[in-house]
């Protein structure tokens, strides 16, 4: 099989076999893909930066923020979990664990039924 890879004036807007429109299309999605990715990044690491500080008020308004915007996050779930705990709120923390397991990740969960800190539906 032979290819011709040659481009005339009027088939320039192909840029690696694509179409450049589709091409721009990609690129544009890819960075806001990016964007969106280190956005919630930023929030859960200053999140998890507040809790390491003790100051958990402010971890856990940046825990919501996160939660708001991406709510299937399931670090963010045990991580507003742990904040609500050193808060003495437990019902909250119970919750916010709870869902965390039911995304995947059950360390919080598993913490607190075996500290029956929460009481386990089942």
């Known amino acids: ?23 721009l299309l ?16 930023s929030l859960l690491r200053q999140g998890q930066a507040y809790l390491r500080a003790h100051r958990y008020e402010v971890g856990l ?3 919501n923020q996160l939660l708001l915007e991406f709510p299937e996050h399931a670090q963010g779930h045990y991580l507003r979990g742990n ?22 990740q059950c360390y919080g969960w598993t913490f607190a039924t075996f500290e029956r800190v929460c009481e386990d539906p089942s």
């Open 61 to 63: 308004e940046k825990l």
């Open 26 to 41: 990609a690129q544009s999605a890819f960075q806001e893909e990016a964007r969106s990715y280190n956005h919630e990044q």
């Open 83 to 104: 904040a609500y705990y050193y808060l003495k709120q437990r019902e909250p923390a119970c919750t916010d664990w709870r869902k965390a397991c039911d995304l995947g």
């Open 1 to 23: 099989m032979v290819w011709n890879i040659s481009l005339s004036r009027k088939s320039g807007f192909f840029l690696g076999g694509l179409c450049w429109p589709i091409t």
